[in-house]
């Protein structure tokens, strides 16, 4: 009431103070600074004229819907007048939540107000359409790619351009080949699906007679002289099609049916062709002279190729609309699957986005210095991200019932065998003869070894291979793609060959190196934008790798494939590890490195820090510190009572009862299944337990004691719930109420009780270790040549998925001392506004989720997940009821996803200052429904975690401690360089990837865990990972718009 009075006061002296004055300082600012008049109407501003007012001298920004005219407070802004000037003209709301503000700047702002936007102009903001003056953002979304280009166009067809590597025109349908003697070819194009998949497409060409003297017209020698080049190359693709629908039409399995037993051969009963001939073996003349025509004007093998399946077989279903998927469609197709659709269109929309990279390559090359070179190299790691991030994961997606798009069984059974590679004989062909030659001595045509189209064939990463200088060191690898290059259309292997005539971009960045070793700002920043564009080429081809993996290695359950190009998929791992050797060293290691192998970082040098220093080097007396040596599990492990440290202080009766809860726990996995006899083994127990009904003795217990009885009878609580009881014995309740109450948690088991406190250690076998690693065991006071692993205490099931899941939690809680390090020097860092250190610090904890990245991506690729659904359905009994209120399905799931109340995911993206759930706008009732789900959850974990690990969190959470409000600190003082915030901007972002590739490891360790929830899960992780991108900093070009603000 007193404030709100003072408030009353305080307004109604200011607005004294306006009147007095005529023409005070809030009269001016309402005015605006172009003689705009004073606004009273509510939502009368629209984003055209907050757009105009962005410069130095007329600066207005949008904050919550409310306008506001900054001009005059441009000088006195604490931050720097930079920092709004980077938004003049656009919506603020997002940095100023961000860096937080005091009561005072909030009294400031409200004296800046002018009133409110157009309520239709924030409505279509905030639904993401694209308005003027908006801040633009990285998202992983598609473009569209190119308008519809003049069909008119005298360009060459293939011809690269700002179109990329499609066509310079876009491609013509079967009706251009109407009145063409490729006619008969176009008027089956829409039979070939049902016609050419059971075969009967063979058996309509070998009984027509006069349909085969037709399409033999199309071979002769001036076939050609009256077509354009896309009727040509239509004609190519259309005769491929017509080619492989005759070739191998009717021979997959069960593609004619299935034959009664008292019809057909047992084999027919397995899939054979069911009195269909099997693959032919020679290429009748009316098929093979016209396809070896067409092969020989085009300079490409008489096989369909990626050309013919992608580059050039499309259409727009809306002319004038963009390449999107849905306005796109195949032109020619082999069967009638949505699956085939699906999987050659995601081809054609990566090219399409890809036409951005392809143009920032040829920019590139030709820049004729350094900040032109670098602003390309920032476009081209940026087209290439869009393409890895939205193009991508196009293949992955399901539709509304969670069926996949582009089955990957569908794919590798029933596509992937008509369209391979193999040998094939051409009728009539004279170039490749055999040397037996045939009956009547005349030479006899030999097989031709065809390779089926593939993602080998696209120019697209050769042209950045040629452009980044990245070599490839296999002769092998060298042959294979050489053999490649030749189903490239002409225009592109021409492309490629002025490409690799021209100086590449490393190579260049290297000569510019500055002499004496002295390196300059300017380099560095050259170095880590290129390594950065070698991180987005890795990217695809990783993404590209698990395509084989999905789609062709799981489906046939086979480990050394073949691609459809015919070669194995050796050659990728290669190009990968090539790719990876073509990074250039910087003299400030550990900038944008994150890739597979986390890098070997040097150790970050630092003026000495007190606090640091305490939280480092002091003796963690308490028993949950997050900066021991076991990082943020327990500081002691669990281990039984006659051998633990506080054992020595028990009385005798005490020590009996420890020992008794201890043997109970042993018993769960054993009486716990099938609702066994658990609950009256602890009733028989219960004498053994009379020590510990005394409330005093439990209290007065050691921290470690009362921590290690909370553990144990929070598990033998679990398992009296799991065998159909309400609660455990009062033998067992009372004394987990008393230790609960005494370490500050609920009387219910949560992540702190399952992982945290659940570990012990082992010997294992020594193996070789050098000096290093001795010395170090023996500084830590350990007996030279000691292996320790870690190991589970406590299990419900004893089953080895519940022990993986457990004891890999273990190890990445232990592991995120390195976590909470990298956040404590970062701390220490922008108190000192050691940016390079700050960096370095973000850098650490990406290196950080990439290893474990790579550890799940290991664990998933050799795991059958089938066993960890069931081992989650046993396991719901103990972890899902009990606690607060008993969990759903979707609450377990959610449960897993944050790791329980585990402090690691919160501490991440605390330091990160981002939001782990934010509240998004879906359309989807499901995905809401579970993002509410997952913030509560994230709530409620608050009082299961340990207190330290709560100060820890609330510690990060405290306005103006995270890196993101440093950078934006940064970034408004007048001292700092355009390098230092291209530094900052690309280790925050790259560190915020690396955070959005962890967190997809956990959805999808929930997806194999609870497989009815994946598609919702996964709706929902695209969701958050959309915010988790508009949170990326865009340092740079807010200090474009600031100098284009001061310069106007």
């Given at each position: 009431t007193a404030a709100a009075a003072a408030a009353v006061v305080w307004r109604r002296s200011r607005q004294r103070d306006e009147d007095a004055a005529g023409s005070s300082v809030l009269s001016v600012l309402r005015s605006g600074a172009r003689g705009a008049s004073r606004r009273t109407a509510i939502g009368s501003i629209t984003w055209a004229e907050v757009a105009e007012h962005d410069r130095l001298d007329d600066a207005w920004v949008v904050i919550s819907g409310e306008v506001y005219n900054v001009t005059p407070f441009l000088e006195e802004h604490p931050g720097g007048k930079l920092l709004l000037l980077a938004f003049a003209g656009r919506d603020a709301t997002e940095p100023f939540e961000t860096v937080g503000h005091s009561a005072l700047a909030m009294r400031e702002l409200r004296g800046l107000h002018i009133g409110e936007l157009n309520k239709v102009a924030l409505w279509t903001h905030q639904g993401g359409g694209t308005l003027k003056g908006a801040a633009p953002l990285r998202r992983a979304e598609l473009t569209g790619g190119r308008k519809a280009p003049d069909p008119d166009k005298v360009d060459p067809l293939w011809k690269v351009q700002s179109f990329g590597f499609l066509p310079a025109r876009d491609p013509v349908g079967i009706e251009a080949l109407f009145g063409t003697v490729f006619e008969p070819f176009a008027e089956f194009c829409e039979l070939l699906p049902a016609l050419g998949f059971t075969g009967k497409f063979r058996q309509k060409l070998d009984g027509d007679p006069q349909l085969q003297a037709r399409m033999l017209r199309a071979g002769e020698p001036d076939a050609l002289q009256r077509l354009t080049d896309d009727q040509i190359e239509r004609a190519f693709c259309v005769v491929g099609y017509t080619m492989i629908a005759y070739w191998r039409g009717g021979t997959l399995a069960f593609s004619s049916g299935v034959v009664a037993a008292d019809q057909g051969s047992q084999r027919q009963l397995e899939g054979g062709s069911c009195g269909i001939d099997d693959t032919k073996v020679v290429l009748p003349a009316f098929l093979s002279k016209p396809m070896l025509r067409l092969s020989e004007h085009l300079k490409r093998p008489p096989m369909i190729d990626y050309a013919s399946t992608v580059l050039y077989n499309w259409a727009r279903i809306d002319k004038n609309g963009p390449i999107t998927m849905s306005n796109v469609r195949c032109v020619v197709r082999l069967t009638g699957l949505n699956d085939e659709e699906w999987f050659f269109k995601t081809h054609v929309i990566i090219e399409s986005e890809a036409a951005h990279a392809i143009s920032a390559v040829i920019a590139a090359c030709a820049a004729d210095n350094d900040d032109e070179l670098l602003n390309q190299l920032m476009l081209l790691e940026e087209a290439m991200w869009r393409v890895v991030r939205a193009c991508l994961p196009i293949m992955y997606e399901r539709d509304e019932t969670g069926t996949p798009k582009c089955s990957e069984h569908i794919f590798y059974q029933i596509l992937r065998p008509l369209i391979k590679s193999g040998p094939l004989i051409f009728e009539g062909d004279t170039q490749n003869t055999s040397e037996d030659g045939g009956s009547d001595g005349?030479?006899?045509?030999?097989?031709?070894?065809?390779?089926?189209?593939?993602?080998?064939?696209?120019?697209?990463?050769?042209?950045?291979?040629?452009?980044?200088?990245?070599?490839?060191?296999?002769?092998?690898?060298?042959?294979?793609?050489?053999k490649f290059e030749l189903s490239m259309p002409a225009g592109h292997r021409e492309f490629l060959a002025e490409m690799r005539g021209t100086m590449s971009i490393r190579k260049r960045i290297l000569l510019s190196r500055p002499v004496g070793g002295e390196p300059s700002e300017q380099h560095e920043a050259l170095v880590r934008s290129f390594n950065r564009v070698i991180s987005r080429v890795l990217d695809f081809r990783w993404q590209h790798w698990s395509y084989v993996k999905n789609f062709v290695m799981k489906p046939g359950n086979i480990s050394h494939a073949v691609g459809t190009g015919g070669t194995t998929f050796d050659f990728l791992q290669q190009h990968i590890t090539d790719t990876e050797k073509a990074r250039i060293r910087s003299s400030c290691d550990g900038f944008s490195r994150m890739h597979s192998e986390p890098p070997e970082l040097p150790p970050i040098r630092l003026p000495p820090d007190s606090a640091y220093k305490r939280h480092r080097d002091a003796p963690q007396k308490e028993f949950w510190s997050v900066d021991g040596d076991h990082g943020l599990l327990a500081r002691q492990p669990l281990v039984s009572p006659e051998t633990a440290p506080?054992?020595?202080?028990?009385?005798?009766?005490?020590?009996?009862?420890?020992?008794?809860?201890?043997?109970?726990?042993?018993?769960?996995?054993?009486?716990?299944?099938?609702?066994?006899p658990f609950y009256d083994a602890i009733n028989a127990a219960s004498g053994k337990l009379a020590a510990m009904q005394d409330d005093r003795a439990v209290a007065g217990l050691s921290e470690v004691a009362r921590e290690h009885l909370m553990t144990t009878l929070t598990h033998i609580a679990a398992g009296c719930v799991a065998t159909g009881h309400k609660k455990p014995p009062r033998c067992v309740e009372k004394p987990l109420q008393v230790v609960a109450r005494s370490v500050g948690r609920p009387p219910h088991m949560d992540f702190a009780e399952l992982v945290l406190n659940n570990w012990n250690v082992s010997e294992i076998a020594c193996v070789d270790r050098d000096d290093s690693q001795e010395a170090e065991q023996a500084a830590n006071g350990k007996e030279v040549g000691q292996r320790f692993r870690h190991q589970v205490v406590w299990r419900f099931l004893a089953m080895p998925d519940e022990e993986w899941y457990r004891a890999t939690h273990i190890i990445m809680h232990e592991e995120a001392r390195e976590i909470v390090a990298a956040i404590r020097v970062g701390h220490v860092a922008m108190r000192d506004q050691n940016d390079i250190a700050a960096v370095s610090s973000m850098v650490r904890i990406g290196a950080w989720c990439n290893k474990f990245c790579d550890y799940f991506d290991a664990y998933f690729e050799s795991k059958d997940s089938r066993t960890e659904s069931l081992m989650v359905r046993r396991l719901e009994p103990f972890i899902s009821h009990g606690g607060l209120h008993d969990l759903t399905s979707e609450e377990t799931a959610c449960w897993v996803y944050c790791m329980g109340s585990s402090v690691l995911l919160p501490a991440l993206h605390a330091f990160f200052g981002v939001q782990m759930c934010p509240?998004?706008?879906t359309d989807n009732p499901d995905v809401e429904s579970l993002g509410a789900t997952m913030r509560r959850t994230l709530q409620e974990a608050r009082v299961f975690m340990p207190g330290p690990h709560r100060e820890f969190i609330e510690l990060l959470e405290k306005p103006g401690v995270s890196v993101r409000q440093y950078c934006f600190r940064r970034f408004g003082a007048k001292s700092v360089s355009v390098e230092v915030l291209h530094d900052l901007e690309a280790g925050y972002n790259d560190s915020l990837n690396t955070l959005v590739r962890f967190l997809s490891r956990r959805v999808h360790l929930v997806s194999r865990f609870f497989p009815p929830l994946a598609g919702t899960f996964g709706a929902l992780n695209s969701d958050i990972e959309a915010a988790m991108q508009h949170s990326r900093l865009q340092l740079l070009k807010m200090r474009q718009r600031v100098f284009r603000s001061m310069q106007q």
């Open positions: 005349a030479a006899a045509p030999a097989p031709r070894s065809l390779a089926g189209p593939s993602g080998a064939m696209s120019s697209l990463l050769p042209a950045i291979d040629a452009a980044c200088g990245i070599q490839m060191t296999s002769e092998k690898l060298r042959d294979t793609l050489g506080f054992s020595r202080n028990l009385s005798p009766p005490m020590l009996e009862a420890f020992q008794a809860v201890w043997n109970l726990a042993l018993r769960i996995p054993a009486l716990c299944a099938a609702r066994g509240v998004m706008e």
